[in-house]
């Protein structure tokens, strides 16, 4: 004969585990979601302003606005709606002696375009109006 509370205790441990592993998978899906940063550059703006806001960011992320598996470098302007971005795969096939991957090169682009805008962008963002 089984012992009914240990087989109940057993259902409930495995639901129990079978929902940790759900949030585990959920919070993993969650954090690719979320673009990492990489690099902010100050606009002039924003150093005359001292607002940390008003700066160019450099972030990667890997996935498009429709979910797809799109994998990329952006940078964008806080202070203005310039943005660029830079898909890895552009940069899969330039020198084949290079041992730099698209990665790689695709964030170096967007340093460079980052800096070179913050290097000049004096735009301000507008307040939201009430």
């Given at each position: 004969?089984?012992?009914p509370v240990a087989e109940l205790m057993t259902i409930l441990e495995a639901r129990i585990a079978e929902?940790?592993?759900r949030k585990a998978r959920e919070e993993a899906?969650?954090?690719r979601r979320v673009p990492r940063l990489?690099?902010?550059y100050l606009t002039l703006a924003g150093e005359a302003m001292r607002d940390a806001?008003?700066?160019v960011t450099v972030t990667e992320i890997d996935r498009d606005e429709r979910g797809g598996g799109v994998y990329t470098t952006v940078a964008a302007c806080g202070g203005c709606p310039?943005?660029?971005r830079f898909p890895w795969g552009?940069?899969?096939?330039g020198n084949r002696w290079s041992e730099l991957?698209?990665?790689q090169r695709a964030e170096a682009r967007a340093r460079e375009w980052a800096q070179a805008h913050a290097e000049t962008c004096r735009a301000m963002s507008l307040p939201e109006a009430p």
């Open positions: 004969m089984s012992d929902q940790k592993e899906e969650a954090a990489i690099a902010r806001a008003l700066a310039d943005t660029d552009d940069y899969d096939y991957t698209g990665q």
